[in-house]
């Protein structure tokens, strides 16, 4: 199990990739190796293993839950993993496993519930590449916080390690209560979504971490230099979900893919505007494949060279899922509103708002939640976003204004939320 942990801590620390020609090489002999250890193993992919890697379907989330049965390559049934689960989310006990395998739901968004079955073997060798990619390169014992709505047997398999402690903090009553364990656990890093890293710089807590990781969030620019400016560290980001390990942020705080581990395709949402939700295969997972599998998250692509020299491609930024983007008329058909567009129309008019939400209930109806909700913030609100239609060309929406309640724990935070579509 060691030598596990190491080849992959070494492959995520590695500096051996000169050229986007030796990642492909890579990726394709991975993607033949993977064929013949595991997707002969699988009844879906049986048929394919005999054919070039385009001609394995695109499946997205429904046709793999719909598929998990025969995807799967240990005889596994959906329902009992389903239901293992969410026993373990009720009872907040992480230890049940499926015949010896951890089971964890993802979190996204409720009514679409993803599953996550992962062997030992592949959660130790997880906990290798995501040390070589995040840990300091300082020698020193770290002590790790993560603090995360529900404890992922992902991230307790890093637990057992020598060199580092770690430690998984719940914030299921509130943020408040954990502060007195945070401070005297005194984390050397802290990982937590970018909300949570938010609220504990706004709270003064008193830990001084050399390394903040923000995970299972979209970071905005805002939260990003309070976050800064408060521990004075610079804040990376890991971009990991149920399916895999995306990407990691580089020296210079870029977000590169982690290519060496998972083949990323495109599929463009809009070409000229360099958005696309990623298309992911995972090169190492057995026991539950994940190969040519549609996300639902929008993603900026950045062309540029990063000065860290890393050849691995490059994500602007993670601007959210599919659903954060609000569909608006122009007189002749609807058109994309990205989330950052509406970010940026908010807060630029007025430097009163601590936080808002959108969301679109009706073809020409939104509803905004401000905080605070006064006749400064609304003015600001509605001249950007006057602007912003205008720039546009789409048919202004109607607008109503509400107070936003406190963040709500159990929910993952989304700024931008379309509730309506139009078929
Ligand atoms: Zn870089």
Same mark, same amino acid.
């Given at each position: 199990?060691? +030598? ?26 991975? *993607? ?5 250890? +595991? ?69 996204? +968004? ?120 408060? *521990? ?9 979900? +149920?399916?895999? *390990? ?94 950052? *567009? ?82």
């Amino acid at each position: 199990m060691i +030598t596990d942990f190491l080849s992959k801590f070494f492959l995520a620390r590695s500096t051996r990739w000169k050229s986007k020609e030796q990642i492909c090489e890579w990726q394709q002999s991975s *993607f033949v190796r993977l064929k013949k250890m +595991t997707l002969t193993k699988s009844e879906f992919y049986f048929d394919y293993c005999d054919k070039d890697f385009s001609e394995f379907p695109v499946i997205d989330k429904s046709i793999h839950v719909a598929n998990f049965n025969t995807i799967n390559t240990r005889n596994l049934d959906w329902k009992v993993a389903t239901d293992i689960a969410l026993r373990s989310e009720k009872s907040r006990d992480f230890e049940n496993y499926y015949r010896g395998f951890s089971v964890g739901l993802s979190t996204g +968004t409720s009514g679409n519930k993803g599953i996550f079955v992962l062997s030992k073997r592949e959660r130790i060798q997880w906990a290798g590449y995501v040390l070589g990619k995040m840990l300091p390169l300082d020698f020193r014992v770290h002590r790790i916080a993560l603090i995360l709505r529900s404890n992922s047997p992902l991230y307790e398999s890093i637990g057992f390690s020598f060199f580092l402690r770690f430690q998984f903090f719940d914030p299921i009553n509130g943020i408040a209560t954990i502060i007195p364990d945070l401070e005297s656990f005194k984390p050397t890093i802290l990982i937590a979504p970018s909300s949570i890293l938010d609220l504990l710089s706004q709270l003064k807590i008193k830990i001084y971490p050399v390394k903040i990781i923000s995970v299972a969030e979209v970071l905005n620019e805002d939260q990003e230099s309070r976050i800064e400016n408060y *521990f004075e560290v610079k804040v990376e980001q890991i971009y990991q979900c +149920t399916e895999g *390990f995306l990407a990691a942020s580089c020296r210079f705080g870029n977000l590169h893919i982690n290519e060496d581990l998972v083949i990323v395709e495109k599929q463009w949402i809009d070409k000229d505007r360099k958005r696309y939700s990623p298309i992911i295969t995972d090169l190492n997972r057995t026991v539950q494949p994940v190969v040519r599998y549609l996300l639902d998250d929008v993603l900026i692509h950045d062309s540029k060279k990063c000065p860290c020299g890393s050849p691995m491609s490059r994500i602007g930024s993670i601007e959210g899922r599919c659903d954060d983007i609000l569909r608006l008329y122009n007189g002749a058909a609807y058109k994309n509103i990205f989330p950052d *567009f509406i970010r940026i129309a908010i807060i630029c008019h007025c430097s009163e708002i601590v936080d808002y939400r959108v969301e679109q209930v009706q073809s020409n109806h939104l509803i905004i939640y401000l905080s605070p909700l006064n006749r400064v913030t609304k003015n600001g609100v509605l001249v950007g976003l006057a602007e912003l239609w205008s720039e546009l060309s789409v048919i202004p929406p109607k607008v109503r204004f509400r107070p936003l309640e406190p963040i709500e724990w159990m929910a993952k935070k989304r700024r931008v939320l379309r509730r309506w579509s139009e078929d």
